[in-house]
């Protein structure tokens, strides 16, 4: 099951560094299996993602290695949700469309969007970036939504699959370009 999930952790780094939703160094994914969290290493590049960058948490022992910076927020969806990966990104839209809507959410104006992602929550907490507070947040929203905006950060994603997660991320960067198309 190691390769399996490796494997496609692997892919689905290359794909969001190929849709333009993560910088060379910006990111990070996991997936559960069991009592156990594959995820992205610290300060890995997603485009050039190798197995030795991919690291397994047994979640009943000590913390071993450096995980992502974000290993805090991967650990408590997991520990809220029923959720089987994690996608986390910063799409450039999407990141722009926080900074320019007031209100606590998102509605996609496109069909894609309404139909895949719903209201997407924007989560505005003083420490956006790998902290307890950013941890509670992401993790109670995905508890009902697939994805959580956190306001001049990025995205999280969570589903049943790591390509989904990804997917919806795309597809949030997708519907934000069109928002912001549509306001220029």
């Not at 690291?55 to 959720?83: M, Q, W």
């Not at 941890?135 to 109670?140: D, I, L, M, Y």
């Amino acid at each position: 099951m190691r390769k399996k999930i490796v494997r496609e952790i692997l892919e689905v780094g290359r794909f969001l560094f190929d849709a333009g939703v993560v910088e060379y160094f910006s990111g990070n994914l996991s997936v559960r299996w069991k009592n156990k969290i594959f995820i992205t290493r610290s300060g890995s590049p997603l485009p050039l993602l190798r197995p030795q960058d991919v690291l397994e948490v047994n979640l009943n022992e000590p913390l071993v290695g450096r995980p992502s910076s974000e290993f805090i927020v991967h650990k408590a969806v997991y520990e809220k949700t029923d959720r089987r990966a994690v996608a986390h990104a910063h799409p450039p839209s999407v990141v722009f469309l926080a900074f320019n809507l007031k209100g606590d959410y998102y509605e996609p104006i496109d069909n894609e969007g309404k139909l895949l992602l719903g209201k997407v929550p924007i989560l505005r907490v003083e420490r956006p970036s790998a902290s307890p507070e950013l941890a509670k947040a992401v993790s109670e929203t995905l508890k009902e939504f697939p994805c959580a905006i956190v306001y001049s950060h990025g995205v999280f994603c969570a589903s049943d699959s790591l390509k989904k997660a990804a997917g919806l991320i795309t597809t949030l960067e997708f519907s934000a370009k069109i928002w912001k198309g549509i306001r220029d």
